[in-house]
């Protein structure tokens, strides 16, 4: 078939982000014949994701258990470039170095992350539906043309099983291990007729803490417990021209909020122990309503539509502090000025909800033909209201409010897209896209500290780009090769402070080459990739007089390379993959520094002097992952499969400022695993994670208005059991 087949299936399953192009990921890579192809299937059609010029690490549902993919943290030890820090409320993704460093209530990640077609705004909720999962793609570099904006690092999509027609099956997945892990998944799909079929799958997933708190609190941060439900009711006419999806879920995550280990602990120097009085808790619950059609027009043209609700909600407190001994502010006295360094003790209580409806319609071609194309409208509306309590004079419990942030933002995002690929021979394709975007954010304070204005106090900021893609690419027999220019952008926003200065949008414009080849058919495949970003006006997260601002006074440079590899021989499989990053800043600069506040020569006030060539935050120069596991039958229903793998990634840094504070040393994290395979149905596994018991730092969390920052400690050595049943 003609190969201009490849690149429509790119165009319309990247159609707004909507559609993956891993959406209807198959993998028979398990297969004893060797290396299958990563098969995407629309309308259908097939074609190879070797064919789609894409840097990218797509991983099967099959690929996620046998790597020990449990969360989206755990995307970073087998996908090259990516570096993922979870802090209290947020999980922080970045790629290439672009992506975010710390949240502020009004500002958005840099990376686009979509479940089954929903565009997922925000980074506190991106983490509470990673189950029953059928795959997931890593797109790295911008994807500003069919994801949008808020993609200027890049692009993550999981996507869940479809149900199947005439079809009835499910599954039983339960693991135990040590920390009293407890995690059931169980999934059932009803094919109800040829026309009516519907997935529902239950996770309920829990652990204690690996930290233990010695203080008075009676809490345990770290800990975990989470409720899920996802329901996929899938429908079709029996010509198969009209189709619709219409999905819900519902999830509920409690804990005492993450364990993190103070600064210059005086009580124990054990990573593990924590001294804490005050109350901690981190509740998350929600859910998401969506509606998908899609409907043959013609044989040649098709159009699809989307509408998304999404309800999150999240209410947390913290031990300020985070020690057992800080005194209480007594009555009476003032709890700002020198006082707040003699009794830093504080307690507080946030809530934030984030409503959202997101709307979607394309019209792409469904052709054979050199020439396919997809255009296409996007409409997000949302309201995030936001209430921070702190209760300066107490260390225990929240008893009343001595500082109080009440705000609400309002967003509305809209943007047209198109995309045109275009074979000019059998080999070269052309390839050419844009995206133009208006981006607005009203934003209310209704009650914040300090004086000099009048409550409510009300700003706006208003944003508008033009994104887009250009490439050429030629196909030869097993082997593509590609090159693009491609830019992302992240929309400006309104800071906390009243009379504070708006923050700016930013961009990333990257120049990228890549290859993908099967060097030794269905035995070897090897892809590559290499690019230079121009990354501007970064918007960069931190406190100023106690409160967060988001300013974006620096650019930054970065290039690299990326080199992933698959071996298949028999029962022996291998993986490798290899991230290479030099990201600096790209000019000299002054912004806000959180922990160590002051004026350096040539800066306002308050600002920090950070010079040309400084490391970007969360920019580890290598990122590393490499797998082996050898399938031995032991007859025609029995297998083996012992499997080892590493992960090593380079120091970064948590913000543009180097320090003990900030510094996030290298690691290399090794796993082993043992599975029983007992025919189609049954499988037992054993499992040993961080096999050596490295001592790591996960994550450095900064000082924030509500409690101080300290470090995140990654798990120790965890090993459990594992089963799963399939009927």
Same mark, same amino acid.
């Given at each position: 078939?003609?190969?201009?087949?490849?690149?429509?299936?790119?165009?319309?399953?990247?159609?707004?982000?909507?559609?993956?192009?891993?959406?209807?990921?198959?993998?028979?890579?398990?297969?004893?014949?060797?290396?299958?192809?990563?098969?995407?299937?629309?309308?259908?059609?097939?074609?190879?994701?070797?064919?789609?010029?894409?840097?990218? !690490? #797509?991983?099967?549902? &099959?690929?996620?258990?046998?790597?020990?993919? *449990? %969360?989206?943290?755990?995307?970073?030890? /087998? +996908?090259?470039?990516?570096?993922?820090?979870?802090?209290?409320?947020?999980?922080?993704?970045?790629?290439?170095?672009?992506?975010?460093?710390?949240?502020?209530?009004?500002?958005?990640?840099?990376?686009?992350?979509?479940?089954?077609?929903?565009?997922?705004?925000?980074?506190?909720?991106?983490?509470?539906?990673?189950?029953?999962?059928?795959?997931?793609?890593?797109?790295?570099?911008?994807?500003?043309?069919?994801?949008?904006?808020?993609?200027?690092?890049?692009?993550?999509?999981?996507?869940?099983?479809?149900?199947?027609?005439?079809?009835?099956?499910?599954?039983?997945?339960? !693991? #135990?291990?040590?920390? &009293?892990?407890?995690?059931?998944?169980?999934? *059932? %799909?009803?094919?109800?007729?040829?026309? /009516? +079929?519907?997935?529902?799958?239950?996770?309920?997933?829990?652990?204690?803490?690996?930290?233990?708190?010695?203080?008075?609190?009676?809490?345990?941060?770290?800990?975990?417990?989470?409720?899920?439900?996802?329901?996929?009711?899938?429908?079709?006419?029996?010509?198969?021209?009209?189709?619709?999806?219409?999905?819900?879920?519902?999830?509920?995550?409690?804990?005492?909020?993450?364990?993190?280990?103070?600064?210059?602990?005086?009580?124990?120097?054990?990573?593990?122990?924590?001294?804490?009085?005050?109350?901690?808790?981190?509740?998350?619950?929600?859910?998401?309503?969506?509606?998908?059609?899609?409907?043959?027009?013609?044989?040649?043209?098709?159009?699809?539509?989307?509408?998304?609700?999404?309800?999150?909600?999240?209410?947390?407190?913290?031990?300020?502090?985070?020690?057992?001994?800080?005194?209480?502010?007594?009555?009476?006295?003032?709890?700002?000025?020198?006082?707040?360094?003699?009794?830093?003790?504080?307690?507080?209580?946030?809530?934030?909800?984030?409503?959202?409806?997101?709307?979607?319609?394309?019209?792409?071609?469904?052709?054979?033909?050199?020439?396919?194309?997809?255009?296409?409208?996007?409409?997000?509306?949302?309201?995030?209201?936001?209430?921070?309590?702190?209760?300066?004079?107490?260390?225990?419990?929240?008893?009343?409010?001595?500082?109080?942030?009440?705000?609400?933002?309002?967003?509305?995002?809209?943007?047209?897209?198109?995309?045109?690929?275009?074979?000019?021979?059998?080999?070269?394709?052309?390839?050419?896209?844009?995206?133009?975007?208006?981006?607005?954010?009203?934003?209310?304070?209704?009650?914040?500290?300090?004086?000099?204005?009048?409550?409510?106090?009300?700003?706006?900021?208003?944003?508008?780009?033009?994104?887009?893609?250009?490439?050429?690419?030629?196909?030869?027999?097993?082997?593509?090769?590609?090159?693009?220019?491609?830019?992302?952008?992240?929309?400006?926003?309104?800071?906390?402070?009243?009379?504070?200065?708006?923050?700016?949008?930013?961009?990333?414009?990257?120049?990228?080459?890549?290859?993908?080849?099967?060097?030794?058919?269905?035995?070897?495949?090897?892809?590559?990739?290499?690019?230079?970003?121009?990354?501007?006006?970064?918007?960069?997260?931190?406190?100023?007089?106690?409160?967060?601002?988001?300013?974006?006074?620096?650019?930054?440079?970065?290039?690299?390379?990326?080199?992933?590899?698959?071996?298949?021989?028999?029962?022996?499989?291998?993986?490798?993959?290899?991230?290479?990053?030099?990201?600096?800043?790209?000019?000299?600069?002054?912004?806000?520094?959180?922990?160590?506040?002051?004026?350096?020569?040539?800066?306002?006030?308050?600002?920090?002097?950070?010079?040309?060539?400084?490391?970007?935050?969360?920019?580890?120069?290598?990122?590393?992952?490499?797998?082996?596991?050898?399938?031995?039958?032991?007859?025609?229903?029995?297998?083996?499969?012992?499997?080892?793998?590493?992960?090593?990634?380079?120091?970064?840094?948590?913000?543009?400022?180097?320090?003990?504070?900030?510094?996030?040393?290298?690691?290399?994290?090794?796993?082993?695993?043992?599975?029983?395979?007992?025919?189609?149905?049954?499988?037992?596994?054993?499992?040993?994670?961080?096999?050596?018991?490295?001592?790591?730092?996960?994550?450095?969390?900064?000082?924030?208005?509500?409690?101080?920052?300290?470090?995140?400690?990654?798990?120790?050595?965890?090993?459990?059991?594992?089963?799963?049943?399939?009927?």
């Amino acid at each position: 078939m003609h190969k201009a087949r490849t690149i429509f299936l790119t165009t319309m399953l990247m159609a707004g982000a909507a559609w993956p192009v891993s959406a209807f990921a198959q993998d028979a890579s398990g297969s004893e014949e060797g290396l299958q192809d990563i098969v995407v299937t629309a309308e259908r059609r097939e074609q190879s994701l070797q064919d789609v010029p894409i840097s990218a !690490t #797509v991983l099967t549902a &099959d690929d996620l258990a046998r790597k020990g993919v *449990a %969360n989206v943290a755990d995307l970073q030890q /087998v +996908a090259p470039s990516v570096a993922i820090n979870t802090v209290n409320r947020s999980t922080f993704i970045n790629i290439r170095g672009v992506g975010i460093a710390q949240s502020a209530p009004t500002s958005n990640p840099g990376i686009a992350f979509y479940i089954d077609g929903q565009l997922i705004p925000h980074e506190q909720f991106i983490g509470q539906s990673f189950y029953d999962i059928g795959s997931v793609e890593v797109l790295r570099g911008p994807q500003g043309t069919l994801t949008g904006q808020n993609s200027t690092g890049g692009a993550i999509y999981v996507r869940t099983p479809e149900p199947k027609f005439g079809e009835y099956g499910g599954l039983v997945d339960m !693991t #135990v291990g040590d920390y &009293d892990k407890k995690r059931v998944l169980a999934a *059932a %799909n009803l094919g109800l007729s040829e026309t /009516v +079929a519907m997935r529902i799958a239950y996770v309920h997933d829990e652990r204690d803490s690996y930290s233990k708190n010695i203080g008075s609190s009676g809490r345990q941060p770290g800990n975990l417990n989470l409720d899920s439900v996802r329901v996929n009711l899938a429908l079709r006419s029996a010509d198969e021209r009209l189709k619709v999806n219409v999905r819900g879920e519902w999830f509920d995550y409690q804990t005492d909020n993450i364990a993190v280990k103070r600064r210059g602990d005086t009580v124990s120097t054990n990573p593990f122990v924590i001294q804490e009085d005050g109350e901690s808790y981190l509740n998350q619950r929600g859910y998401r309503l969506s509606g998908e059609v899609r409907y043959d027009i013609t044989d040649g043209i098709q159009a699809r539509g989307l509408i998304s609700w999404q309800d999150g909600y999240t209410r947390d407190a913290t031990d300020g502090d985070r020690s057992n001994t800080a005194l209480p502010v007594p009555v009476g006295t003032a709890t700002t000025g020198a006082n707040t360094a003699k009794f830093p003790g504080r307690v507080s209580v946030a809530t934030t909800d984030f409503e959202t409806l997101i709307t979607e319609f394309n019209l792409l071609s469904t052709g054979d033909g050199p020439f396919n194309w997809v255009i296409g409208g996007f409409l997000m509306d949302e309201t995030v209201p936001v209430s921070l309590l702190r209760d300066n004079r107490n260390t225990k419990a929240f008893l009343q409010s001595n500082s109080s942030i009440i705000t609400e933002a309002k967003n509305k995002t809209e943007s047209v897209f198109g995309q045109a690929n275009w074979f000019v021979t059998d080999n070269l394709e052309l390839l050419l896209g844009g995206r133009y975007s208006w981006d607005e954010q009203v934003y209310t304070r209704f009650a914040v500290p300090g004086t000099g204005f009048t409550l409510p106090f009300i700003s706006a900021q208003k944003s508008s780009e033009f994104t887009g893609k250009a490439g050429i690419n030629y196909h030869m027999g097993d082997t593509l090769i590609y090159a693009s220019v491609s830019k992302g952008y992240k929309a400006g926003g309104v800071n906390l402070t009243p009379n504070t200065p708006n923050f700016q949008p930013e961009t990333n414009l990257v120049y990228e080459a890549g290859f993908k080849t099967d060097v030794i058919p269905r035995v070897l495949r090897v892809n590559g990739s290499i690019f230079k970003s121009d990354y501007k006006d970064i918007q960069l997260a931190s406190l100023v007089g106690g409160l967060p601002t988001t300013q974006n006074a620096l650019s930054g440079d970065a290039w690299g390379f990326e080199l992933e590899a698959t071996a298949k021989m028999g029962g022996f499989d291998a993986n490798f993959g290899m991230g290479y990053l030099d990201a600096k800043f790209g000019n000299d600069g002054c912004i806000s520094d959180t922990n160590a506040p002051g004026t350096d020569v040539g800066c306002a006030t308050n600002l920090r002097f950070v010079p040309k060539g400084r490391v970007l935050p969360f920019s580890p120069k290598w990122t590393i992952n490499a797998g082996l596991q050898y399938e031995l039958a032991v007859s025609d229903s029995v297998s083996i499969t012992p499997r080892v793998q590493w992960s090593h990634s380079a120091s970064q840094y948590a913000t543009p400022f180097p320090s003990a504070n900030t510094f996030v040393p290298k690691r290399d994290i090794f796993d082993a695993r043992l599975t029983l395979g007992l025919g189609e149905s049954y499988q037992i596994e054993a499992f040993v994670n961080n096999l050596t018991d490295k001592t790591y730092i996960a994550s450095q969390i900064q000082n924030s208005s509500s409690a101080d920052g300290g470090a995140i400690y990654g798990a120790p050595r965890t090993w459990g059991l594992r089963g799963v049943v399939k009927f």
